[in-house]
């Protein structure tokens, strides 16, 4: 069964200090590891798509990585409006299908 | 449109009652999809459609759920005589490939007396 594991469940930092969102995934056929920022009341937010390990995206202050068992969202030098539950996801064909399997979150506070 | 719209956005419902929660995916999008997002859970898949075709049901939760698009459009979601564990938020998503990122919409807050 495909699973998702997403670490820590929550983290405050102080606004300019950097860290490491993790992700652990279980999944035969990896298609996409997905990385979404959710704010409270809204609908999950697309950030970035890997493919293959060893691929890094970038936008502003965040970074993705990937490899073959885990997935980090680097945040350097963060922002209070960085603040918002970070969703990992996994996409994986099961019989045809196309869903996303999501982690819990984690959900990250930043403090001016 | 802009962006994946849903309606309402709030629903508050008796237990019993039927509800159907409409999405309006992205123009051009092919694959639409369905997710549920219960309090302190994982959001959670229910159905993917291909066009008005619906190739996977398999997250459907009981009989009581059942969707259908029209038109390669908008979606409809109906859930039959409502029980209070169907209160959640419900998410539409759609995307131009079914191997594509899903783009969500703000979602259909649903609760259930």
């Known amino acids: 069964e495909d699973q998702v594991t997403q670490s820590p469940e929550a983290l405050r930092l102080q606004e300019g200090e950097s860290s490491s969102l993790n992700c652990s995934y279980t999944v035969s056929g990896l298609r996409g590891l997905f990385w979404y920022r959710q704010d409270p009341g809204k609908g999950p937010e697309f950030l970035f798509t890997?493919?293959?390990a060893g691929e890094e995206k970038e936008k502003e202050r965040l970074k993705a990585t990937l490899t073959k068992k885990e997935s980090f969202l680097h945040i350097t030098a963060p922002k209070p409006e960085d603040s918002a539950t970070y969703l990992c996801?996994?996409?994986?064909?099961?019989?045809?299908?196309?869903?996303?399997?999501f982690g819990q979150g984690t959900r990250l506070t930043i403090n001016p | 449109g802009a962006g994946v719209s849903q309606s309402p956005s709030n629903k508050v419902t008796e237990k019993g009652k039927d509800v159907e929660l409409r999405c309006d995916p992205i123009?051009?999008?092919?694959?639409l999809y369905w997710y549920r997002q219960s309090l302190g859970q994982g959001l959670e898949f229910l159905i993917y459609f291909q066009g008005n075709s619906a190739p996977d049901k398999s997250g459907l939760p009981s009989d009581r759920f059942s969707a259908e698009r029209t038109g390669g459009s908008v979606s409809t979601l109906t859930i039959q005589r409502t029980q209070q564990e169907d209160s959640a938020v419900y998410l539409c998503a759609s995307s131009s490939g079914p191997n594509n990122e899903q783009f969500f919409g703000p979602g259909t807050r649903l609760t259930v007396l």
């Open positions: 123009s051009g999008h092919t694959a």
């Open positions: 996801a996994v996409q994986a064909p099961v019989q045809g299908a196309q869903k996303l399997v």
């Open positions: 890997l493919y293959s």
